[in-house]
């Protein structure tokens, strides 16, 4: 055990503590679809695949995205860890053709007493829809790799195992997706020396702006967040060019500025009101009907429109 996995698995023991505190009155019963019923549907909508995850146990929410995968023939690879810290399984499928790997992840777990919905049953379900959209229509100057983390609630320790274990010499750039579900303008976020120089974040920037978005209107790049984190950092800390993607509510943008970077002021806030998409994040709310297909759509079209343009 080295001392920074220490402090990962504390902090995962207090994120989980914490979830299970905010959580212990939950709501109504939560009634995911059944893969069979998503398998069923010709084209399946992306609140359907959100659906699939939502309000499960967390081993449930695992197993469904390897059995999704499995029945729609599309060939994932396992990557089973296991350390001090917990165990799990991270799943990935490589689309499309090159030399050159752009990797995407979404996490399946989420914290005790939580639906899941947007974090993050939201980049889990814009996933599985680029899976068959690549599939379909693949991209040909890079392979897009779909990674389907574990234990990022506990410290991303299924990316910590997976960059570990895995060569990442053709890695070109990382967007690990969270809170994808509510909103109309995206964030990318961590951009920190010398990563924000590195060519793949001026490829995402021009991919948004050739998509009709705006820099600093309808879509933000800031710096490192320092409370919240994704899966993204541990192959960050490789020297990977990796950051997080989140949509977030244009109306929101200045409350939201004030409770990311500032930690002391939103512990405060958290008791009050905290701004969209914050306000369900980690509660019993983060629920399905709470989210916005407009904001599933945008991500998952301009994460396509990303793929074709590497």
């Known amino acids: 055990m080295t001392l920074r996995e220490l402090r990962f698995y504390l902090r995962g023991r207090v994120n989980t503590a914490v979830a299970r505190l905010v959580n ?6 939560v009634r995911p679809l059944e893969l069979e019923e998503v398998l069923r549907a010709p084209s399946p909508s992306l609140l359907e695949y959100v659906r699939l995850l939502e309000g499960r146990p967390n081993e449930e929410r695992q197993a469904l995205v390897a059995r999704y995968l499995a029945a729609r023939g599309l060939p994932f690879r396992r ?3 296991r350390t001090f810290e917990g165990h799990g399984e991270n799943f990935a499928l490589d689309v499309g ?9 979404g996490h399946h777990d ?22 068959g959209r690549l ?5 040909r100057g890079v392979r897009v790799r779909l990674l389907f983390t574990g234990g990022e609630e506990v410290g991303y320790l299924g990316a910590r195992c997976y960059v570990k274990e895995e060569t990442l010499d053709d890695v070109v750039g990382v967007l690990s997706l969270e809170l994808c579900g509510i909103g109309d303008a ?32 309808t879509y933000h790049v800031v710096g490192r967040i320092p409370v ?20 977030i509510p244009l109306a929101e943008v200045e409350g939201l500025r004030q409770f990311i970077f500032s930690p002391l002021r ?40 990303l793929a074709h343009s590497l």
């Open 79 to 81: 990557h089973p860890y």
């Open 186 to 217: 995206l964030a990318v976020w961590d951009a920190v020396p010398p990563l924000d120089r590195a060519p793949f974040l001026g490829a995402v920037a021009t991919t948004l702006e050739g998509l009709g978005y705006r820099r600093d209107e």
């Open 24 to 29: 212990r009155r939950r709501g109504a019963p």
């Open 266 to 305: 939103s512990a405060f806030r958290q008791l009050v009101r905290r701004p969209r998409p914050f306000d369900t994040y980690h509660t019993a709310r983060d629920r399905s009907e709470t989210l916005m297909p407009s904001a599933l759509a945008q991500t998952a079209d301009a994460l396509f429109a």
């Open 110 to 131: 989420a914290v005790p007493g939580s639906p899941g919905a947007n974090d993050d049953g939201s980049a889990v379900a814009i996933l599985l829809a680029l899976a």
């Open 228 to 247: 919240f984190g994704s899966d993204h950092r541990a192959f960050a800390a490789r020297g990977i060019p990796a950051f997080g993607l989140t949509v």
């Open 97 to 105: 053709q090159g030399s050159k790997i752009l990797v995407l992840i």
């Open 135 to 139: 599939t379909a229509d693949p991209p």
